[in-house]
């Protein structure tokens, strides 16, 4: 089982992020892979289907960046079992835990934990999402460009916002690791903050295909918070 048990609010500093890098070496796991997928999540029972899409991927050179924005010592027997199993039967999956629990939608989770992905592109998926079908990361492994957008199924709706932004809307997106990390901003539209700034940055591709990830928002997760 690989378990990050970090107080990420020091994430951050090269300390951690050295100890990081160092586990995963000792467990094997790729250091340079071409995705990060990261997932932020209060371990509702939708992360199972996240995982399970994940893992059916043909393309296997990502890691899976699970952040639990719960604080270790709150998380229940039960939930831990969970979380060593998706570790357990997953494909270059490892756990981080928060210290504190955060009420912004889970933008400090992707901020801190963004800092210390590997990948080449990193790419946000939450827990109430998952991909639309197992080819995912092969058709994103097509991507040029420093960052892209792709069509999600929202509301059952084929959606592609092109150009995205904080007024249009932003879709899904991911971006190389080197262009920054997540804004750690307590509003919902953090993403269209983010895209503005990819934007001024970079030029970015639209990929013009099926639905890619299948997106339920799911109020539960703004209830709890």
Wanted: net charge negative.
């Amino acid at each position: 089982m690989l378990i990050r048990h970090l107080g990420l609010k020091h994430a951050g500093n090269q300390r951690e992020s050295t100890l990081v890098l160092e586990l995963q070496v000792q467990e094997g796991v790729l250091l340079m892979p071409k995705f990060s997928i990261i997932t932020p999540t209060i371990i509702r029972p939708s992360l199972d289907r996240l995982c399970a899409s994940i893992d059916k991927q043909s393309f296997k050179d990502y890691e899976h960046i699970i952040i639990v924005d719960i604080p270790f010592k709150e998380v229940t027997n039960e939930q831990k079992f969970r979380l060593e199993e998706l570790v357990k039967h997953g494909h270059n999956r490892s756990i981080s835990f928060c210290a504190t629990r955060h009420q912004n939608y889970g933008h400090t989770c992707r901020h801190n934990i963004s800092k210390m992905a590997l990948g080449e592109y990193i790419l946000y998926v939450d827990d109430d999402d998952h991909f639309a079908d197992n080819e995912v990361l092969l058709t994103l492994n097509n991507v040029k460009l420093d960052w892209a957008i792709f069509p999600i199924l929202r509301y059952k709706s084929y959606y592609l916002e092109n150009p995205p932004g904080c007024k249009t809307g932003t879709g899904m997106f991911l971006h190389k690791r080197q262009l920054g990390t997540w804004p750690d901003r307590n509003d919902y539209e953090a993403d269209g903050h983010f895209v503005e700034e990819l934007k001024q940055k970079a030029p970015y591709e639209v990929f013009h295909c099926r639905p890619l990830i299948v997106m339920e928002i799911n109020h539960e997760h703004i209830n709890a918070i």
